[in-house]
C-alpha cells in the first residue's frame, strides 16, 4: 500500500515537473543579465598648463559593456577643499565627454579636478581622487614683451664744421709765429725779418 502511494507521488512529481519545465526556462531567460562591469574613461590629450584668464577644457573617452549614463568632473581651484561639479556633454557619434571649465572659475595657481563616469547599473569609476586630483596650473601669456634702451649720443660734427675749425686753427697758429718773430729781434739795432710758411692739407680762406 505504501510502495503504490509513493509511485504515485514519483509519477506526479515528474509529471508536473515536465509541465512546468518550460515554463519555467522561460522565465529563467526573461530575467535581466546582471552588469557588474564599471565603464572604463580614458584620456588621451592631458594639458598640466593653461594661460591665465582662460578658459579650460576637459575632454575623455568613457566606454561601457551596456550604456554611459553620466559622466561628470569635479573640479576646484588649488588649494582650496571644496570641489564643483560640472555634467560633461557627450559629443554626438562618439565615446568622447567633454566640459569646459571659465575663466571665471579658474584663478592662480590653476585647477585641480577628477573625473566620475556612470552607468545604468550603477557602476562608477573615477578618473583621478578627490585626494590625488589631475592639476592644471596657470601661468602667465605668451605676448612678447619689447625692451626699448635709449642712448645719448654726442652728435659727430659735420663737414662744414670740420673746414670752419680747421681754418680757424691755423689762422691762430700763425698769428702766434708772427708775433714771436717780430718781437725776437731786439737788440741789433737792425729790423728783424721772418719768413712764416704754412702748409695745410685744407685752403685757408681770407
Known amino acids: 500500500m505504501i510502495k503504490n502511494i509513493l509511485c504515485r507521488s514519483v509519477v506526479v512529481f515528474i509529471s508536473y515537473a515536465l509541465a512546468f519545465s518550460p515554463l519555467l526556462r522561460a522565465a529563467q531567460l526573461s530575467l535581466p543579465a546582471v552588469d557588474v562591469e564599471a565603464p572604463t574613461i580614458t584620456q588621451e590629450k592631458y594639458t598640466d598648463t593653461i594661460d591665465t584668464n582662460k578658459s579650460h577644457t576637459i575632454t575623455v573617452t568613457v566606454k561601457d559593456d551596456t550604456a554611459v549614463k553620466q559622466v561628470i568632473v569635479f573640479y576646484r581651484i588649488i588649494g582650496t577643499e571644496k570641489y564643483k561639479s560640472q555634467t560633461m556633454q557627450n559629443i554626438k557619434g562618439s565615446d568622447d565627454y567633454t566640459a569646459t571649465i571659465s575663466p571665471k572659475q579658474i584663478k592662480p595657481p590653476g585647477i585641480e ?65 708772427i708775433g714771436a718773430a717780430a718781437s725776437g729781434g731786439g737788440g741789433g739795432g737792425t729790423t728783424p725779418t721772418a719768413t712764416l710758411s704754412i702748409n695745410s692739407a685744407e685752403p685757408v680762406s681770407p
Open 113 to 177: 579636478y577628477y573625473v566620475q563616469a556612470l552607468d545604468n547599473a550603477g557602476n562608477s569609476l573615477l578618473h583621478g581622487y578627490s585626494f590625488s586630483p589631475l592639476s592644471v596650473k596657470t601661468v602667465a601669456g605668451s605676448a612678447a614683451v619689447v625692451a626699448t634702451t635709449s642712448t645719448d649720443k654726442i652728435p659727430e660734427p659735420s663737414k662744414e664744421d670740420d673746414e670752419g675749425i680747421s681754418k680757424w686753427v691755423w689762422i691762430g697758429l700763425g698769428a702766434v709765429v
